[in-house]
């Protein structure tokens, strides 16, 4: 989950890394002391002998809860009892060796046991999902749950039943899995292998030859307006050569799981992603993306704002996407560790004491919870590495001080201690569970805090707007770009089903006709027609990207209220927190925070935000 929300962010993020700073190489963001910057493994074992010891203990009575398939009313809470107890064992052995095949990727015996450790718990996964589907435990009622001792598995049995429903019977599943999956992960492959085999015609400068594709991210801050068209446009080309071939790939993906979600009983295919990711209906998402088209004028009066800017500083008479980019007289300076965590815990002071004191001791290097001071053979992973009952560490493949690395911290540790909180208060272990919209809401939100921050202590106008325009970034590519891709995404599932949608052209101009409503630099750069080829997200996990845009609307909505109303925010933040995933999202968010998910209103106040550091941006500039 977390990969992909850095890969998709990648892109923002690229251009706040070292490229500005020619003396990264010496820097060294713990002082002297980076051994002080790695995990205490024996947090989750004492040594290598008792892990051993104990996988085999937890595997043997995984055996024996797999062998006994007499599930009763009776014993139905007993089962499950025991299930969450067998889960929490089994992961603190999951746990500790995905911490160990990421700090060391050659790590084979680590690696061997981890896939045992996965199997095994597959093993009780599968057990109790099966049992769980039987038709006289979809039929619950009210008082059986609390006759049976059943109440706090009653959202756990719900969701059961949910699959119940569509659910195939075992030989059909064989089948689906092997024509459709297959077919879907051979498309999904030669899209990956197609995409790095890549590099486009390459460009000359100083008589050297260069890949358009691997520079294009860092010349969009090089000061030559001529260059950085040349690289832009070549970087396009690159793509778009490929486009027939994509395009039917994109399109037979597409075809395969309209097909194979018919067949499981939903409407659609994208019926049943939202139901199941959102938890949303498909005409409310469906509503919600027709509403951001009412504010595309949002979006491009930021991009105005900057254009002008950019006009001011570099004399140019008209400004491109690759344009915007550009270094606004302000450089972030590499920040070392000593420096973040009173940074970090500041930022997230109105968050109350609890989750502070749960931050400040995760970042001080005397626990042995951080797994950030880099290394060779490392795994390029940035996560939170923890469960219920189970230690919580943190994973950074390193940490460098750019502005990215900061916010990755803060992001991931805000999953940490999400984690840490649900632990603290013993929730059902499966429970921690739960849509990754709320989960990337609350880490974004992290996020948003420290751009506050930042933004106070600078003192000079230049820091302040870029601050600013960083805040500014990152709600224009959640929400926007989100938006932008999940109107995509859902055209192309309903033009695929109804037949409109056959080839390339088809699909580019599916593309551009929502481009133009939004993006105001669109209009005259026809050679990004082909741009979603570089949507990854759009192949790999086909209809995730409108995730961002719900996660990245809660997070400004609990942004708000905190401002609104900071005396009381923090104590029913870490309630909700604290409470983990009993129930659906739109029901938590109403019962904690009092708003709900399915309204415009929070589209509103989003986009009113955006508003308001637009125009705070634009006076910053005026200064
Ligand atoms: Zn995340």
């Given at each position: ?26 820097f060294?963001?713990?002082?002297g ?19 051993k ?6 595997t ?6 797999k ?29 500790y ?42 039929a619950?009622?009210?008082?059986q ?48 292998n ?10 000359t400068?100083?008589n050297?030859?260069?890949?358009p594709v ?38 037979d ?62 004399g140019?008479?008209?400004v491109?996407?690759w ?12 920040l ?42 490392r ?6 590495v ?13 940490y ?56 106070k ?14 805040f ?31 080839t ?33 997200l ?27 109303d ?25 019962k ?13 106040d ?18």
């Amino acid at each position: 989950m977390h990969s992909r929300y850095y890969h998709k962010l990648a892109f923002i993020l690229c251009l706040l890394l070292p490229w500005l700073h020619t003396n990264a190489q010496q820097f060294d963001p713990f002082d002297g002391n980076a051994a002080a910057f790695h995990v205490k493994l024996s947090r989750y074992f004492k040594t290598e002998e008792d892990e051993k010891a104990a996988r085999v203990l937890v595997t043997d009575s995984i055996n024996r809860f797999k062998a006994d398939t007499a599930w009763t009313l009776n014993n139905l809470a007993a089962h499950l009892d025991t299930y969450s107890r067998l889960l929490v064992a089994i992961e603190r052995h999951n746990q500790y060796f995905r911490l160990r095949t990421y700090i060391n990727k050659n790590d084979s015996l680590a690696r061997q046991a981890y896939n045992q450790v996965d199997e095994v718990e597959s093993g009780l996964e599968g057990i109790t999902g099966r049992m769980l589907l039987q038709p006289r435990f979809a039929a619950i009622t009210e008082v059986q749950l609390k006759q049976y001792q059943l109440t706090k598995y009653k959202f756990l049995l719900s969701k059961a039943k949910e699959q119940a429903v569509h659910s195939l019977p075992e030989h059909d599943e064989q089948l689906l899995g092997k024509v459709s999956d297959d077919m879907i992960d051979h498309l999904t492959d030669r899209y990956d292998n197609l995409m790095s085999s890549i590099t486009g015609d390459s460009i000359t400068i100083k008589n050297k030859k260069y890949s358009p594709v691997k520079i294009w991210s860092g010349i969009l801050q090089n000061p030559d307006s001529v260059l950085r068209r040349q690289v832009s446009e070549a970087y396009y080309k690159a793509y778009s050569d490929h486009a027939e071939v994509i395009a039917a790939a994109l399109i037979d993906i597409t075809r395969q799981k309209n097909i194979l979600a018919k067949l499981r009983g939903y409407k659609t295919a994208t019926d049943r992603v939202y139901g199941r990711r959102l938890q949303l209906a498909e005409e409310s998402v469906k509503k919600m993306l027709g509403e951001m088209n009412q504010y595309a004028d949002v979006l491009k009066n930021y991009q105005r704002v900057q254009a002008n800017q950019i006009k001011k500083q570099t004399g140019l008479a008209t400004v491109h996407s690759w344009d915007a980019s550009l270094p606004m007289g302000f450089t972030w300076q590499p920040l070392p560790f000593a420096k973040v965590r009173p940074l970090i815990l500041d930022a997230l002071a109105p968050l109350g004491d609890e989750y502070t004191r749960h931050f400040a001791a995760l970042l001080d290097p005397a626990n042995g919870q951080m797994e950030i001071a880099g290394g060779p053979n490392r795994v390029n992973e940035n996560t939170s590495v923890g469960f219920i009952g189970v230690p919580e560490s943190l994973y950074m493949k390193s940490y460098n001080g750019t502005l990215g690395d900061v916010s990755r911290l803060i992001h991931e540790g805000g999953h940490a201690i999400h984690e840490q909180l649900m632990s603290d208060s013993r929730i059902v272990p499966s429970y921690k569970y739960g849509p990754s919209i709320l989960y990337e809401a609350y880490a974004m939100f992290n996020e948003l805090l420290l751009l506050d921050a930042l933004e106070k202590q600078e003192k000079t106008n230049d820091g302040k707007a870029f601050y600013t325009k960083q805040f500014l970034d990152k709600l224009s590519h959640e929400i926007f770009t989100s938006a932008e891709e999940g109107a995509f995404e859902q055209g192309l599932y309903d033009g695929v089903a109804g037949g409109t949608i056959n080839t390339r052209d088809d699909v580019d101009k599916l593309y551009a006709g929502i481009m133009n409503k939004y993006d105001s630099y669109f209009p005259a750069e026809p050679q990004r027609k082909s741009e979603w080829i570089n949507k990854r997200l759009v192949f790999d996990d086909p209809l995730y990207n409108v995730n961002y845009l719900y996660a990245i609307l809660v997070s400004c909505k609990l942004y708000q209220q905190q401002h609104a109303d900071p005396k009381t925010f923090a104590v029913k933040y870490t309630a909700l927190l604290k409470n983990g995933f009993d129930a659906p999202a739109a029901d938590l968010l109403k019962k904690f925070m009092g708003f709900s998910l399915d309204s415009g209103s929070l589209l509103k106040d989003a986009l009113g935000l955006m508003r308001d550091k637009t125009s705070k941006l634009e006076g910053l500039y005026a200064r």
